[in-house]
Nanobody
């Protein structure tokens, strides 16, 4: 079964850092893209970053460029989202997903709270 498990959220002060992990099972990262999304209270879910496990090509939303770094460890089937210089506007539940063979799978979210 395809499963994704996000972890690493927590409470951090503005300017601080967190690293989120998305552990995948049931498929190889070599051929698929893993994306990170977030949903803040009262707002729609938005894309944050994504990476293709095969070519390692990363993409970022403008709001996180220069602050967030996505990476993939295919041997561990885990995608990381390093979040630096966090601001209160980054507060949200973060989710990872993958479009696997025409079906989009979502992991359970992990809450990131950035205090001012």
């Amino acid at each position: 079964d395809v499963q994704l498990q996000a972890s690493g959220g927590g409470l951090v002060q503005a300017g601080g850092s967190l690293r989120l992990s998305c552990a995948a099972s049931g498929f190889s990262l070599d051929d698929y893209t893993i994306g990170w999304f977030r949903q803040a209270p009262g707002k729609e879910r938005e894309g944050v970053s994504c990476i293709h496990g095969g070519n390692g090509s990363p993409h970022y939303a403008d709001s996180v460029k220069g602050r967030f770094t996505i990476s993939s460890d295919n041997a561990k089937r885990t995608v990381y989202l390093q979040m630096d210089s966090l601001i209160p506007e980054d507060t949200a539940v973060y989710y990872c997903n993958t479009p696997y063979r025409g079906v989009t799978y979502w992991g359970r979210g992990t809450l990131v709270t950035v205090s001012s």
